[in-house]
């Protein structure tokens, strides 16, 4: 059974520092396609950064230069690093899973909350 485990959200104040987790077992997170995504309140889910199971990454415009998806092979782990943090940034952060053959896993979720 997949399970990807989200953590590492919470309140910052705007320009401050997160890193969030994404704990996977029932799969080898270097072998898929890892993704974070948000979901902002009234807003549709969104990509926020990938990075493939050749390491190659994609960030999306609005975080650009502040934030670094990472993973640890050693520890079947995925990361999101986000600096300089805004209080749009604020939205329930997702951890997703792609295989090669399309299929997808997601985490619960975990809420980060940015004040200004």
């Known amino acids: 059974q997949v399970q990807l485990v989200e953590s590492g959200g919470g309140l910052v104040q705007a320009g401050g520092s997160l890193r969030l987790s994404c704990a996977a077992s029932?799969?080898?997170?270097?072998?898929?396609?890892m993704g974070w995504y948000r979901q902002a309140p009234g807003k549709e889910r969104e990509l926020v950064a990938t990075i493939s199971s050749g390491g190659g990454t994609y960030y999306a415009d609005s975080v650009k230069g502040r934030v670094t998806i990472s993973r640890d092979n050693d520890k079947n782990t995925l990361y999101l690093q986000m600096n300089a943090l805004k209080p749009e940034d604020t939205a329930v952060y997702y951890c997703k899973a792609t295989s090669w053959l399309g299929s997808q896993y997601w985490g619960q979720g975990t809420q980060v909350t940015v004040s200004s």
């Open positions: 029932g799969i080898i997170v270097k072998r898929y396609a």
